[in-house]
């Protein structure tokens, strides 16, 4: 054993600043499937309570859809719990394949290849098709997950300003001595909603002979006429070099991901990208669900198309109550507080209200930007949105926030 | 000095600043306070290497050495003296 009090109390000590930056999180037990109405038991050991979830990344509502739990209960059946192994030992499986074909024709790519999770794609993208010789240039607000592969990567990296066109073709100017150029974005920005510029990137990237990679986790399966992406919505299907997106969003909410994109570089992926190479395949059990998922999307948009009113109902609603809301046309809709203690009691009195939506603050969004980040499901009945509203409504008069300025706002709570 | 501290302000104030930022000075920590992130590094070392004609090697670009603008401009300073 080599864990003296002197090494506990280091620890002690960390999680102690975190607490005291109230930076600390705390899981709150769901007791239910994942759903618009879920039960939750929070504080720990406290009563279940049954709220209305407005902070899930379900967005089609098929996390616990009867078709897709029964293609999942076949898929055990037939092809068993787990394979034990990685993909190219003996962890392949025919479905795996299929999924990847069902992807690279619903994404309008060249080829797929699955990963455990995007988290681990976007670990693995940038190393398997870069080298120090080249030069990755990310927009500044992209995820996390994004952020780590970058960082895994020998190839040089530059930002630019958020969603700045202009600032993007200064830094692709400044590095055209690079062997290759990688532009590299989200295509839904996760704490703002907004939407990436795909078609002016494409363009640029063009002109300057750049590739470009989005990361399209919060766009898949609802985002464009046929919810296939960002890309659809920009109309440059078919032109985008790599696209990473997951499976644990919209397209049925288990877990896994993908790199989907130019032939090469996928086969590039399969060759080198470690967490592909060195983690376990993706569950049967999961695959068969997201085939079912890709079955259902492909034959209507009637999800697609209600979360799409649903959203916008809820953005409306909202913005005539007098809250103040971050621009876009997406199921993202962050309502601004930009206090982040404020942030907090608004979210716990919600709670109060039977409404589940988180606070977020500093440093997951900037500084003075604490929001309550609400997302839309299809899932969501209009009689939830109007219960939501009503919550938010009550909160925020407690909290005498509607109809206010941003400055208002500020001078009542601090930034 | 001064002229090349001043370009080097205008330029990170540019590039790393947004609009209505509160304004920064010579001696402002860059780094450690937080206004370029150790990324953001790259885009300023390939700046100062254009505009001076310098090839700054990655040992000597710090996130120490970068951390005010008069640390950047002696850095400069340096390069620019062995060239000529």
Partial sequence: MAYPEKIRSIYQEQLKGIQAAGLFKEERYIHSPQAADIEVEFPAGAPLRKVINLCSNNYLGLSSHPDVVKAAHDGLESRGYGMSSVRFICGTQDIHRELERRMTEFLGTEDTLLFPSCMDANAGVFEAVLTKDDVMISDRLVHASLIDGIRLCSAMHDTYKH?????????????????????????????????????????????????????????????????????????????????????????????????????????????????????????????????????????????????????????????????????????????????????????????????????????VVPQGQARIRTQISAGHEIRHLDQALDAFV???????????TKQEIIEMYGI | MDDLKDSILQYVTKEYLEDGSEPIGYETPLISGGIVDSFSMVSLKRFLENKYDIRIPDDKATPEAFDSVTKIAALVEEFVRKKG
Wanted: glycine fraction near 10%; hydrophobic fraction near 40%; include cysteine.
């Fill in chain 1, 163 to 363: 969603s700045d066109m202009a600032h993007l073709e200064e830094k692709l100017q400044l590095h055209a001595d690079k062997r290759l150029k990688m532009v590299i974005t989200d295509g839904v920005f996760s704490m703002d909603g907004d939407t990436a510029k795909l078609d002016e990137m494409v363009a640029l990237c063009e002109k300057h002979g750049a590739m470009l990679l989005v990361d399209d986790s919060h766009a898949s399966g609802f985002i464009g006429k046929t919810g296939r992406g960002t890309h659809e919505k920009c109309g440059v299907m078919g032109k985008i070099d790599i696209i990473t997106t997951t499976f644990g969003k919209a397209l049925g909410g288990a877990s896994g991901g993908c790199v989907s994109g130019r032939r090469e570089l996928v086969e590039m992926c399969r060759q080198r990208a470690r967490p592909y190479l060195f983690s376990n395949t993706i569950a049967p059990v999961v695959v068969s669900g997201v085939l079912k998922v890709m079955e259902i999307l492909s034959a209507s948009t009637e999800r697609r198309d209600k979360l799409e009113k649903n959203a916008a109902y809820w953005r409306k609603g909202l913005t005539a109550a007098g809250f103040i809301l971050k621009e876009g046309d997406t199921p993202i809709v962050p309502v601004m507080l930009f206090n982040a203690k404020l942030s907090q009691d608004f979210s716990r009195a919600l709670y109060d209200e039977g409404i589940y939506a988180i606070g977020f603050f500093f440093p």
């Fill in chain 1, 394 to 404: 009550k909160v925020g008069k407690k909290f005498d926030v509607l109809g206010k």
